[in-house]
């Protein structure tokens, strides 16, 4: 009884009978699979946005906005497909009766082309779209979901719009051979760090610089880096990683204060997720402090969202042990994390730094606008500085200055580049610091 009325509420968004509950797939797959009924595909849809964005950008509830999608993606869908919200971010779309892979992908274009369509009426939206089909990639709707799940965080980490199953995204991250080869590589001095300079939206000075680790083996193949910090979480290699990182940066910050006419070196070194739990990182952070002799206030520590969420009483004890040494603290790619806003005012954070997939496309959708003002005017009423990531373009960098935002990132300024080339800018720049 409850399914029926759960159904008949659904449906009343579209009026149609291929708006159903996720309860209704399994059997309507199961029908649709078979000699002679040709290829069916299962496309999973995750939005990425928390309800908190939606209620700054548009103050719209969780429950409008599932309704607006189902009723604009009801209609664009053929009579006989069968579309479904599992929650209000994530929908599945099954696709019966195609005759060829092929066009999945065009209902996958049309889809994303409704999207932002929402997008431009000021609905928050960061869509990932995973396809797996059906024969290939599974033979129940569990099968299928589970390929087209593993697709969808693919198309995630790639920071792409869709994929199509692979077998490759059914695999882990890293696996024990490869955390053994990172291992030796660590050891053996093959990893290094690449900078991308920061700057001061005001003064247009120099600010600081992210340290971002970067990994090419002796055959000449480049590692990606999301593949590395994932390995990096693995307990047999957390310590030693993040000692690479602050040794490194620390040592390079060192060079670059000497190097130039009195530049004052700042440095950013993202945390692991792992570490901001341990009580043991202020104490490492602080040795290295000592060992080279920086000022605390310039080194910053990037904290990412999701990395708080997992225990707040123990996070909260590390990052303020990590502020009485001194050291800048920031919540990194904020945003596109589950934590509560209220957080903001139980950790000591100097610095909130706006994800790219907000600000790269700002100038177009007016719904990443929002989402870009409301946040640097919510890192300024707790007092403090918001970076900007990912500014592609001169046009992007004087909206943000325009808006209020302190601090910008992104190509418009400089690439990630090795430390000989940024020893050059550090010293082109050291006129106009800030």
């Known amino acids: 009884m409850k399914r029926d009325a759960r159904n008949r509420g659904v449906r009343a968004i579209t009026g149609a009978d291929k708006v159903v509950v996720p309860a209704q797939l399994s059997e309507f797959i199961a029908s649709s699979m078979g000699d002679g009924k040709g290829t069916l595909a299962l496309l999973m849809l995750d939005l990425g946005r928390s309800d908190r964005l939606d209620a700054m950008a548009a103050n719209a509830t969780a429950r409008e906005r599932t309704q607006r999608i189902l009723s604009r993606l009801g209609n664009l869908v053929r009579p006989g497909d069968r579309l479904a919200a599992v929650t209000e971010d994530r929908f599945w779309l099954v696709l019966p009766q195609l005759p060829h892979e092929q066009v999945a992908l065009v209902a996958v274009a049309r889809i994303l082309e409704e999207l932002d369509q929402l997008a431009e009426d000021g609905l928050v939206l960061q869509p990932s779209i995973g396809v797996a089909i059906h024969p290939g990639h599974g033979d129940t709707l569990s099968d299928l979901l589970v390929a087209a799940d593993a697709a969808m965080r693919a198309a995630r980490r790639r920071e792409e719009r869709y994929a199509v199953f692979q077998p490759a995204h059914a695999e882990p991250v890293f696996d024990p051979r490869f955390l053994a080869e990172l291992k030796a590589a660590l050891r053996a001095g093959e990893l290094m760090l690449h900078y991308q300079p920061q700057v001061d939206l005001r003064s247009s000075g120099l600010h600081s610089a992210e340290a971002l680790v970067r990994w090419q083996r002796r055959d000449g193949s480049q590692v990606s880096p999301a593949r590395i910090a994932e390995a990096a979480e693995h307990g047999e290699i957390l310590h030693g990683f993040m000692q690479f990182l602050l040794n490194t940066a620390l040592r390079h910050m060192v060079g670059f204060g000497h190097g130039g006419p009195s530049a004052r070196a700042r440095v950013s070194v993202n945390v692991s997720a792992m570490l901001v739990t341990d009580r043991e990182l202020p104490a490492i952070v602080g ?77 177009e959708n007016t719904g990443d ?35 209020g935002c302190d601090i910008a990132q992104g190509y418009a300024i400089a690439r990630p580049m090795d430390v000989a080339s940024l020893g050059q800018w550090w010293r082109a720049n050291a006129g106009t610091q800030a």
């Open 287 to 363: 040795q290295f402090i000592e060992t080279w002799g920086i000022a605390p206030q310039d080194l910053t520590l990037e904290v990412t969202e999701r990395a708080i969420v997992s225990d707040v009483k123990r996070c909260a004890e590390v990052l303020n042990g990590l502020k009485r040494l001194g050291v800048r603290l920031a919540m990194d790619d904020f945003g596109t994390g589950y934590s509560s806003l209220a957080h903001l005012k139980l950790f000591p954070f100097d610095e909130l730094k706006i994800d790219k997939l907000f600000v790269r496309n700002m100038l």
């Open 369 to 403: 606008l929002r989402i870009v003002r409301a946040m640097i005017d919510l890192g300024h009423n707790f007092d403090m500085q918001v970076v900007a990531e990912g500014v592609e373009d001169v046009p992007t960098l004087d909206r943000l200055r325009e808006l």
